[in-house]
């Protein structure tokens, strides 16, 4: 009989910095630490420290499991990358999980919260979208479903470990961020700088 897999989860779509260690339907560790910013620097020890806790090496993993949005740019960026890395470092699959999956709850509308009054929500029978957050209220509300968007669910890594231990075997495509908004960032307005010829 062949052992349950050994996934890791991880997300740093909002503020927060979370990792899970799961092998099959056991947690062997999970971490959330609330962070504004930092995770770039946060997240690989993180992920040691969970490793580690769990009695396990990045060579025993089976596949990894990360958080692609929507939710904070920069954030979503810096698990998607290291997800990658990670799986061809590693050699073993990376999985991709939104973050409608991971805040999925029966009888609720899944919803992550966005800037300036705004939630990212994906209304029944309609694709995700951002949305101010009175309309998707008044959506569920309207569909009897309960609406509590949470920006970091206390076990948002472990459900995406859970998610990507359900899929690594057939998923080919490496994960994507989600992006359902434009970046707050513009283009540079400076001239370019003059070429020279001589």
Known sequence: MTSEPLVLGFDTSAAHCAAALLRGDAVLASRLEEMSRGQAERLMPLLEEVLAEGSAT??????????????????????????????????????GVDGFEARTA????????????????????????????????????????????????????????RIAAGRFRTTTEPPAPLYLRAADAAPSSDLPPALIDE
């Open 106 to 161: 029966e009888g609720s509308l899944p919803a992550v919260p966005a800037p300036r009054g705004q939630v990212y929500a994906a209304l029944p029978g309609e694709a995700p979208r951002l949305m101010p957050h009175q309309e998707a209220e008044d959506a569920a509300r309207g569909a009897g479903l309960a609406f509590a968007p949470e920006a970091s669910p206390a076990t948002i890594a472990e459900t995406v470990g």
């Open 58 to 95: 990045w060579a025993d993993l089976d596949a990894i499991g990360v958080g692609i949005g929507p939710g904070n740019f920069t954030g979503i960026r810096i698990a998607v990358s290291a997800a990658r890395g990670l799986a061809l470092g590693l050699e073993v699959p990376a999985v």
